[in-house]
């Protein structure tokens, strides 16, 4: 019919790093503009002669971009809300967004391997058992978006669990 019905739900965030969802919506030919919402930081080196030319980037703003890429910021990609009672009863805000993969945010940057899990339950598990950064499937094992396979590109060996 359409109508929800109310129930007592948890959620299950699905957080990225700003530049990952610019590669996401490149690849898919959008834009996704997310250095302009990074707020500039204050530098000690005295601004350039403006005959230079300002396409090029100094040393300074390489670095800055380099962390940015590596560390952050992160952003909330997606939503996944799902009813206590009945696993079947979800939805995912917004609807139509990107994908992604709960637990990502807490995968170190220098990780090789990656542990990857039907279920957010399973792997907040595999992380507390065995010490493995591990993430869930958005959708559990029958999906497997191609949006979130240039995210696993970086590992030398990923676990299906």
């Known amino acids: 019919s359409g109508l929800y019905t109310p129930a007592e739900c948890v959620t299950f965030p699905w ?5 990952e969802v610019s590669e996401q919506e490149t690849l898919k030919g959008n834009t996704y503009r997310w250095k302009d919402k990074v707020p500039s930081t204050s530098s000690s080196v005295a601004a350039a002669p403006e005959e230079e030319n300002e396409d090029v980037p ?3 703003e390489l670095e800055r971009n380099r962390l940015m ?9 997606r939503i996944k809300a799902r009813a206590l009672e009945n696993k079947g009863w ?10 992604g993969m709960f637990g990502w945010h807490t995968v170190p940057h220098d990780a090789t391997e990656l542990v990857i899990t039907e279920g957010e339950y399973d792997a907040m598990a595999v992380y507390q058992a065995t010490g493995r950064p591990a ?18 590109e970086r590992f ?6």
């Not at 979800?90 to 994908?99: A, C, S, T």
């Open 58 to 60: 100094s040393p300074e």
């Open 135 to 152: 993430v869930s499937l958005p959708n559990g094992c029958r999906s497997f978006p191609l949006d979130i396979l240039p995210m696993l």
């Open 69 to 77: 890429k590596t560390y952050g910021p992160w952003v909330t990609r």
């Open 156 to 161: 030398d060996k990923i676990i299906l669990w």
């Open 15 to 19: 957080i990225m790093r700003a530049s």
């Open 90 to 99: 979800q939805r995912l805000d917004p609807p139509g967004g990107g994908w």
